[in-house]
């Protein structure tokens, strides 16, 4: 992999293709900071609480997650307006992963400041409505959809057990999470993740400096070795969304390229992430 970017970011997440923009944005949670990037030129805004997740809704405006709530946020005014509270009556907690998902909706994960166990929990907001989805979770994580097959994943990383739940065709949950696939033996720290268009998922592994590859059928099919020990969430992007992009962490490291934003070509059947639809 190469350079993208070389803003070292203490915990770099969230990478985003933006397909009609042409360019990748990421945050860094810990330094509350939004990222875009053509390759070329880069531009960055800073926000009063640490920004954990974003997705795109049309070309100049993003959904991100904070402490505090959901909100929409116009990158050419870098303005934001509130869409609803996010666990703001509690201040131990945060959000972390999140995505949009195929159906319109955003999944979005919530943790304790410090990883308390238990402290968490997976929401998703959709047409209006915030639902939790899932509680006691302790770091949520690796949030990502199978259209096809109409799944839903997200794990809880000091478990190492990735999670599966059918969703209906808005893309509600209809039964409990399961069990998907467990990495005890492997002592994989599951991190940020995406799907590719056969429904393989491809997970970053904290502190283990690799991404597996996940068939639909929960084999471990493929390792990818990477320059960075915490690699923390991979993106399709690019043309034809043929390159890999990957952000990582360089909170307590002082590797060269820990904290670096990465990429290279996919050699994979890469797509573009789905916009979130807003209430109308």
């Known amino acids: 992999m190469q350079v993208y970017d070389d803003t070292p970011c203490q915990l770099g997440e969230s990478p985003l293709w933006h397909p009609e923009r042409d360019e990748l944005l990421w945050v860094d949670i810990l330094d509350q900071r939004l990222f875009a990037s053509n390759g070329n030129d880069q531009r960055s805004w800073r926000f009063e609480r640490p920004v954990s997740a974003i997705a795109w809704v049309d070309r100049e405006r993003l959904i991100a997650a904070d402490s505090n709530e959901l909100f929409v946020f116009d990158l050419a ?11 703001a009556d509690k201040v131990s907690t945060r959000s972390n992963d999140g995505r949009a998902d195929p159906w319109g909706g955003f999944w979005i994960g919530t943790m304790g400041l410090q990883a308390e166990v238990g402290a968490g929990a997976m929401y998703r907001w959709y047409g209006g409505e915030l639902r939790q989805i899932a509680r006691g979770l302790t770091v949520p994580n690796a949030t990502c959809f199978d259209e096809d097959r109409h799944r839903a994943y997200f794990a809880d990383t000091v478990t190492h057990r990735l999670m599966t739940v059918p969703v209906d065709e808005d893309g509600w949950p209809t039964a ?19 799907t590719d268009r056969a429904g393989n998922i491809h997970i970053a592994c904290w502190d ?33 969304a043929a390159r890999l992009y990957l952000t990582s962490a360089a909170v307590d490291l002082d590797g060269e390229l820990d904290g670096l934003t990465l990429s290279a070509t996919a050699n994979l059947p890469g797509k573009f992430e789905p916009r979130v639809v807003l209430a109308s």
């Open 77 to 87: 005014r870098a303005s934001r307006k509130s869409i609803c509270g996010l666990e």
């Open 176 to 194: 409990q999470p399961e069990v998907f696939l467990d990495t005890s033996n492997e002592g994989l720290l599951m991190d940020g993740a995406i």
């Open 208 to 240: 283990a400096s690799k991404l597996i590859t996940v068939s639909p059928e929960a084999e471990i099919a493929a390792e990818l070795f990477v320059p960075v020990q915490r690699p923390t969430c991979p993106a399709f992007g690019g043309p034809d």
